[in-house]
């Protein structure tokens, strides 16, 4: 298609891609900030940031140096653990940062709302309860983020808007018009499973 003489409209884009007509994207780094104010002000200050193996732009501004909230974390329990997004594999590598020396994380940010489902899977595995222990944040607001207990706290992302928003520079273009700038908003959904720390945490 990019060698094609028809404009290209490209859905939740890399922003680097060439021979793009125009993108509709969403505003996927300030998603990550609204997680991470959210949980500052509840008073946590020891993070861990479950992060997602998958090689697209999306992920990579998720894990971004400017989205991520250890940025400002200097306690040695924040960082990234890449992880694939499987059940089994992040409930493990969640299972580590947990049990790891030292002070215990008390807030758990993820990439998505399957890495954050094996997230609460594993602090329930090492006897630790969601919120009340640590809290999970996840990503998108899938179905599965109110099918969990307790349901996840999550950045809804608003899918209809983004189909209705291409399909409006689709015509622009066809019209020789520019498309809408900027990308679209995301919203924070703030749920059961994140609360304020434990005391003395």
Same mark, same amino acid.
């Given at each position: ?18 021979? #793009?007509?125009?993108? #509709? ?15 500052? /002000?509840? &008073? ?20 971004? +140096? ?34 790891? +020396? &030292?002070?215990? +994380? ?9 890495? /954050? ?18 809290? #999970? ?24 808007? #983004? &189909? ?13 018009? +520019? ?23």
């Amino acid at each position: 298609m990019h060698g094609a003489d028809l404009p290209l409209v490209m859905l939740d884009s890399d922003p680097a891609d060439t021979g #793009v007509a125009a993108r #509709v994207n969403l505003d996927i780094a300030d998603g990550m900030r609204q997680v991470t104010e959210h949980l500052l /002000a509840l &008073g946590h200050r020891r993070f861990i940031h479950l992060a997602s193996a998958i090689d697209s732009w999306t992920f990579a501004v998720r894990a971004g +140096p400017s989205t991520t909230p250890y940025r400002g974390c200097r306690a040695p329990s924040c960082g990234p653990c890449p992880q694939h997004s499987t059940c089994g594999p992040d409930r493990a590598a969640a299972e580590h940062a947990l049990a790891a +020396p &030292g002070p215990r +994380p008390t807030a758990i940010i993820c990439d998505d709302d399957i890495l /954050a489902a094996g997230a609460c899977k594993a602090a329930r595995r090492l006897g630790l309860r969601v919120p009340d222990d640590v809290s #999970v944040t996840g990503f998108d607001d899938l179905a599965l983020a109110t099918a969990v207990e307790p349901e996840l706290t999550t950045v809804r992302l608003p899918a209809e808007q #983004v &189909g209705e928003r291409g399909m409006t520079a689709l015509l622009a273009v066809l019209d020789g018009r +520019p498309a809408e700038p900027g990308s679209l908003p995301v919203h924070l959904v703030v749920r059961g499973s994140s609360a304020p720390p434990p005391p003395r945490s």
